[in-house]
């Protein structure tokens, strides 16, 4: 069985460098703790936090 779940990770971070005379993104770069993982229901967040996933 399949379905959208909605959540969120509550520890991470970033980076990103901009090109302020072009007005373009030059580089964007992402870290997210995935033992984070936050939907508001524990079981589920455990599920989600074995090896089937993360």
Known sequence: MVSNTKGNFTTFSGTFDYDIETQML?????????????????????????????
């Open 26 to 54: 030059t580089a964007i770069q992402g870290t997210i703790e995935t033992d984070s993982i936050d939907t508001n229901n524990e079981k589920r967040d455990l599920h989600l936090k074995n090896e089937d996933f993360f």
